[in-house]
């Protein structure tokens, strides 16, 4: 497998953080021989700013746990999009939010380009809030041996608060589900 760097990235309150918790931790908790570090960025503002978690995952140890040059980039706004495009290698792999990230020339390094309306799909359950999960859901179905599904249920079940667990399931679900046109 080698080292693999995502990062995700959006404003401040959209959960970026929590995507990169649950990945991190399903694959460190339920991928066997894979490990995992996540780092977390954000300015000032601790809601509207643009933000960043990255994680790295590897099959050995993991020395540096920055991510320096972006095998996958996963953005949910437009200032995040500007702000860290530049660190994806050319050949990655680029997640978009398409309702709130504009892309640019930048853009044509990436080798595949995933679009999504995450934030239409989670207000379809009532709440913009699980955009983030919905996004994740697109992910896990559009890459191949980062981590499983049943690795990343599993994690949400155990950490995110319990009355929230069965939406954003459902989020997850969708997101999974979502065809790109």
Do not use: H, W
């Amino acid at each position: 497998m080698g080292r693999i760097e995502i990062r995700f990235a959006g404003f401040g309150g959209q959960g970026i953080g929590l995507l990169g918790r649950l990945l991190g931790e399903a694959v460190s908790l339920y991928e066997e021989g894979k490990n995992s570090v996540m780092t977390q960025s954000y300015g000032p503002e601790s809601r509207g700013g643009a933000s960043s978690t990255d994680v790295v995952i590897d099959t050995i140890e993991i020395d540096y746990p920055k991510a320096t040059e972006l095998d996958y980039f996963v953005v949910l706004s437009e200032e995040a999009y500007q702000k860290y495009i530049p660190k994806l290698k050319k050949g990655g792999i680029l997640f978009v939010e398409e309702d709130l990230v504009t892309l640019d020339d930048q853009a044509n390094k990436a080798k595949k380009i995933f679009k999504i309306p995450a934030t239409k799909i989670a207000e379809t359950l009532g709440s913009r809030l699980f955009a983030n999960i919905a996004m994740l859901g697109f992910v896990c179905a559009n890459t191949e041996g980062i981590v499983s599904e049943e690795a990343l249920t599993q994690v949400m079940k155990e950490k995110i608060k319990a009355k929230y667990v069965e939406k954003n399931l459902i989020a997850f679900q969708k997101g999974k589900e979502y065809k790109q046109e």
